[in-house]
């Protein structure tokens, strides 16, 4: 069922997931545009969740978005102000201070992520809920993967001495995993759509980043059931909860929405043997989640075992 | 006139299909192959002496094995679909 | 004292990699109905394309581990490249026997042939060197009528683009001149017949007809496009109970087959064990003279009339095998409609992954086309009306039991 429509405010607001943004050039949603969105969105009960760029927005903005209940998803920069969401890029690992509320997002490459784990490790122990992004991860390789399960090997070392001291941050990449009893996944075009500075509406932000005409009519979703899980063969038998099952990505290197590529199921299944990994670390000290069990695989694509299924 | 004589197994049938596939590719080859490419030549000279002794082989094996009847102007046949072993008279 | 027979029914069937090569897109003849829509005089296969083409898929042994293969030949019409066709074949043979590949023992060359050259001294030449390991298809569309209201010549000069488009002579005489030739390298040999709304009242006695020419299994279907006007499925109905009377009245049945009529088809599936995919999409592959690799060839750009090109790598690069992962994940309940799934019909009804493809609304392999749904549904008919007509028959001649022990095993045509 449709929750939320997300709104891109100007064609700069940060990008918070795995598609980079490649509008440089300020364009703020035309205000009649932005006032349907939010029409839209009362007749159809769904949250709104609005996209800041990098600048204060003019006033009859901020009146207008005022007239909705809705979050807030920003980008960080000296004087911004607080979100619900706020958006880090690489520039926080070089000791700005991020602001201890809410979700942060942290968006890095591959190479960003393995040079700086330390980093990471102590911008974690501020934080209530940190998201990596990875914003190349479809390129990961075998060699790669390594050092990717290191990465969360290092940062799982972290969250076990917190929660054993009794705090509990909470990292996507291995915390989610335990706590989730089912799929946590994006869910564009299912329970999302997202509404473009251009007035037009998309399955989610990438799609409009990377073709314009990519949209779609948000009371008729062409083919909608393939943004399902029940649709997604693969991912339908899959217990990595904590993956966030893109679509665009799916589409952009399987050209399916609704099929992962082998370098997404197989990032997602070292998280959660990283996850499972973490998980008996801190029991093997204290109880923890006796209810929650993470069950040891001998495969890291789904895809090898789809047979079985 | 063909009378089933007797049926092999799948893993006995599977084994005589892939010799019979092997001497008619290796009979097809020798149409193209010239003596000039001596190694490959040689190879092949080979590889069909071999293969028609183990296919020999597998009909004296398989003959004695469940013991077919046979008649001296007959000849057995073998259906690879159904692993079934005929007598066939001219 | 030993030879050995070789059934050629249904050979490997399963087992084997089906290989594509995409020799040509030209053709002497621009069937109406082909869905090849964009055949031109462009685009053949050059020796060197070939060749690095089967360096990469048999130095690749661990990736390609099915245990026969079917080296296959389209075009267009491929014997229009026999001269290429015979070099391809002489080198596979070769590389195959020199690196020890298991395919040396389990291979065949497939055509499917309009028939039109098929007496020519270089085919003929061509046959008789690779006689063990062929299997060829002359496609013969019934009577001259009906064969040539779709199978005509194409105009003399392409369009300035290349692209062929169909004149009014009919190929008929061309090729049926050819089946005695066919039949007797190949006794075995089926035909394939295809069926779009201009055809239907012709079914019947283009079946007869072709058994007629001593063809004696005719594999038929109706085009998978949305070409069916209102009515169709009742006149189609209508035809296929007149053959059912003729096959069973004159005993047909006892050594002809029509692939119509089938025991496996018109039953209810199960959506957990009847899910596998109907289309061998993704477990093939082909490569055109461009050296572009596809799924299938109905992928290929001159196969689609909306869709671009679906390419899963090429011969430098090899393939991208994130791009085969929807079509070897894909089953039948993710993909078909919720009409399709409840149907008490369902089986046999069958689908072209390209097809889907390029009819879908958007661009995924993922949403089954269902224009043949009452097509099938007719057939679905007729078919109950044959089976309990012959075995009737039977019964009361007492021949039940001899039918059923002797009967051809009419497979479904997956292609």
Same mark, same amino acid.
């Given at each position: 069922m449709m929750q939320y429509l997300v709104i891109l405010l100007d064609d700069t607001s940060v990008s918070y997931c795995h598609a980079d943004n490649p509008y440089s050039v300020r364009r703020l949603i035309g205000l009649n545009d932005l006032r349907a969105g939010i029409l839209f969105a009362m007749k159809q009960n769904l949250m709104i969740q609005f996209v800041y760029p990098d600048y204060e927005l003019p006033q009859e903005y901020l009146d207008l978005i005022d007239t909705i209940d809705h979050h807030d998803i920003k980008p960080w920069y000296a004087g911004a102000s607080p979100a619900d969401v706020t958006v880090f890029d690489k520039s926080v690992l070089a000791g700005v201070s991020p602001v201890n509320q809410g979700v942060a997002v942290l968006r890095l490459t591959k190479a960003e992520l393995f040079e700086n784990v330390e980093a990471i490790g102590k911008i974690l122990l501020k934080m209530q809920r940190l998201n990596i992004v990875v914003t190349d991860i479809e390129t990961i390789t075998d060699e790669e993967l390594k050092s990717y399960a290191a990465v969360l090997e290092g940062l799982a070392s972290v969250l076990k001495d917190e929660y054993l001291a009794g705090r509990m941050p909470q990292l996507n990449l291995l915390t989610d995993r335990m706590m989730l009893d089912r799929p946590n996944h994006c869910n564009a075009g299912v329970e999302n759509i997202t509404l473009a500075p251009n007035g037009r509406y998309y399955l989610c932000p990438a799609f409009y980043y990377s073709n314009? *005409? *990519?949209?779609? *009519?948000p009371q008729d979703i062409r083919n909608q059931q393939l943004l399902r899980l029940d649709h997604a063969p693969l991912c339908r038998h899959c217990d990595a909860y904590q993956c966030r099952r893109c679509i665009w990505l799916n589409r952009k290197t399987t050209l399916e929405v609704n099929t992962p590529s082998r370098e997404q199921c197989i990032v997602a299944h070292t998280e959660r043997e990283a996850s499972r990994q973490l998980m008996a670390a801190i029991r093997e000290q204290a109880v923890f989640m006796p209810e929650v069990e993470i069950k040891e695989l001998n495969y890291n694509d789904p895809f090898e075992v789809r047979k079985e299924w | 006139m063909k009378e089933k004589v007797g049926q092999v197994t799948p893993e006995e049938r599977n084994e005589i299909q892939q010799l019979f596939e092997r001497r008619n590719g290796l009979n097809e080859l020798a149409k193209i192959l010239t003596p000039d490419n001596d190694a490959l030549y040689q190879k092949l000279v080979k590889d069909l002496g071999e293969t028609g002794t183990k296919f020999q082989n597998w009909w004296d094996r398989m003959s004695q094995q469940y013991n077919w009847k046979s008649t001296p102007n007959g000849h057995w046949e073998i259906n690879f679909d159904s692993c079934e072993i005929f007598l066939s008279e001219e | 004292m030993s030879i050995v027979r070789e059934t050629d029914t249904g050979w490997q069937s399963g087992m084997a990699k089906s290989i594509t090569f995409i020799v040509t897109k030209d053709c002497q003849l621009a069937c109406k109905y082909c869905y090849l829509v964009g055949k031109n005089v462009k685009e053949r296969m050059s020796w060197e394309t070939a060749k690095a083409f089967i360096d990469y898929v048999l130095s690749r042994e661990d990736e390609f581990r099915e245990e026969s293969v079917v080296w296959d030949f389209i075009g267009g019409e491929p014997f229009l490249e026999i001269e290429l066709i015979d070099k391809i074949c002489d080198y596979l043979k070769l590389r195959m026997f020199e690196l020890n590949h298991h395919w040396f023992n389990s291979y065949r060359f497939s055509f499917s042939t309009n028939g039109i050259n098929y007496h020519t001294p270089d085919v003929q030449a061509f046959i008789k060197k690779n006689r063990e390991h062929l299997s060829i298809g002359i496609t013969i569309d019934g009577t001259e009528k009906k064969h040539d209201l779709n199978r005509v010549w194409k105009q003399a000069k392409a369009d300035e683009n290349g692209i062929i488009h169909p004149s009014e002579r009919g190929s008929y005489k061309d090729v049926v001149r050819n089946i005695p030739l066919w039949l007797e390298q190949f006794p075995n040999a089926g035909t394939k017949v295809t069926i779009s709304s201009a055809d239907i009242p012709y079914i019947t006695e283009s079946v007869l007809h072709l058994y007629s020419l001593g063809i004696h299994q005719v594999n038929i279907n109706v085009v998978f496009e949305d070409v069916w006007q209102e009515g169709d499925d009742l006149r189609f109905e209508e035809q296929l109970m007149t053959l059912a009377d003729e096959i069973i009245e004159h005993g047909y049945y006892r050594d002809y087959a029509c692939s119509f009529f089938s025991e496996h088809i018109g039953k209810p599936m199960d959506p957990e064990r009847d899910n596998q995919n109907w289309c061998g999409a993704g477990k093939m592959l082909a490569v055109d003279a461009a050296g572009n690799l596809y799924p299938c060839t109905r992928f290929a750009q001159y196969s689609l009339r909306s869709k671009k090109a679906l390419i899963i790598g090429n011969i430098r690069d090899g393939i991208n095998y994130n791009l085969l992962r929807p079509f070897l994940t894909l089953d039948r309940t993710t993909q078909s409609p919720q009409k399709c799934l409840d149907c008490e019909v369902a089986s046999g009804c069958a689908w072209c992954q390209g097809e889907n493809y390029d009819a879908a609304q958007t661009s995924t392999i993922y949403e089954r086309s269902t224009a043949i749904c009452l097509m099938h549904k007719a057939r679905v008919r007729a078919n109950n009306y044959y089976w309990n007509k012959l075995f009737r028959k039977l019964e009361l001649e007492g021949r039940r039991e001899e039918y059923e022990n002797n009967k051809r095993d009419v497979k479904p045509e997956i292609c």
């Open positions: 314009p *005409d *990519d949209s779609i *009519d | - | -």
